[in-house]
């Protein structure tokens, strides 16, 4: 009897397992989807959560919660799947020649030849007017901020060709809307969001260096840089600086948005930046650089330590 949760022949390696694109999706639909990652959603998440952190913080900034806010959580929310879309589409257009000499890449759709480059051009276009189309419902300031964000995206793809630190880069990108965020609830770009900004950077330095170790011999053999191979048997000693500087920067950024709440609210916002601190904790005892089943675990562990801000968040907002 044929397991129909089996893994098809052209599903990509570090796709979940069982996931709907692999199985119910139309078949010349799958590629694209593929493209843009929809059978890998953590990197949604990563992407989504710092914009919920500023829409967090710039709610506790201006003292409410509008209905105007719950839109651009939302608007977020699918922005996220479209720009991450957008984005990893752009990301495996630059990487073709690369992706084919990684094992774990080596099926993606360019490289496999599953999809023409033309065709992820116009795939990448598509995505990217369907999400300019809910930027434009912000504000002028969230919608510049919107603008912006297209250079750190289109930079690095190329990063890891000339830095050792292409996951800087990564952070620069990922964590932009926190700034857009809390710019579009307030009206303005406040340090809460700039500090919040860096500390989401030390995050993401510190999620994907974890799952950089996954790629490091391939890395090496083609000549790609990246933090995993720069720190080699030194990584312990990263990640917690990494862990460090996330909490302590969330939390102030916290501070700077709560200082003038009251003393209730601000204890339970930065003991969610803590609770974070608890679960990075969490991955970094458990990590080991040799075990690539381990290490994609934890980076996919990254979507609940970035929610646990969100959900505090949230509660200290109702106090």
């Known amino acids: 009897m044929t397991d129909e949760r089996a893994v098809p022949d052209d599903s990509v390696a570090d796709a979940v397992k069982g996931n709907w694109v692999d199985h119910k999706a139309p078949a010349a639909l799958r590629p694209y989807l593929r493209l843009s990652r929809i059978d890998r959603p953590i990197g949604t998440w990563l992407l989504l959560l710092p914009c ?49 000499s990684v094992s774990r890449t080596a099926k993606r759709p360019i490289p496999s030849g599953q999809v023409k480059v033309r065709m992820a ?19 002028w300031p ?15 793809p190329f990063a ?45 330095l510190f999620y994907d260096t974890v799952y950089a170790y996954q790629d490091a011999e391939d890395d090496a053999l083609i ?31 916290t501070i700077l948005a709560t200082i003038d709440r009251s003393v209730l609210s601000l204890v339970i916002a930065v003991c969610g930046c803590w609770a974070m601190g ?7 005892v458990r990590f080991d650089s040799t075990n690539n089943d381990r290490l994609l675990a934890l980076f996919r562990s990254n979507r609940n330590a ?6 505090f968040f949230a509660v200290a907002g109702l106090v």
Do not use: E
């Open 306 to 311: 970035g929610l646990i801000p969100v959900l």
């Open 278 to 284: 608890w679960h990075l904790t969490w991955q970094l």
């Open 52 to 100: 919920w952190w500023g829409l967090g913080l710039g709610a506790l900034q201006k003292g409410s919660f509008t209905i105007y806010d719950l839109w651009i959580g939302i608007g977020c929310a699918i922005g996220a799947v479209l720009m991450r879309g957008a984005g990893c589409t752009w990301n495996d257009i630059t990487d073709r020649d690369i992706d084919g």
């Open 121 to 139: 051009l116009g795939w990448m276009l598509a995505q990217s007017l369907v999400a300019l189309l809910i930027l434009l419902t912000f504000n």
């Open 160 to 204: 890891k060709r000339f830095t050792w630190w292409p996951q800087v880069f990564l952070g620069l990108a990922f964590n932009w809307g926190a700034l857009l965020t809390f710019t579009a609830t307030t009206g303005y770009l406040g340090w809460p969001a700039v500090v919040a900004y860096i500390g989401g950077i030390c995050w993401t």
């Open 223 to 253: 000549g790609v840089k990246s933090t995993a191979r720069l720190f080699g048997d030194t990584a312990p000693t990263w990640l917690r600086r990494f862990l460090v500087g996330t909490v302590i920067l969330l939390s102030f950024a």
């Open 142 to 156: 969230a919608i510049l901020l919107g603008f912006l964000s297209i250079l750190p995206v289109a930079v690095y």
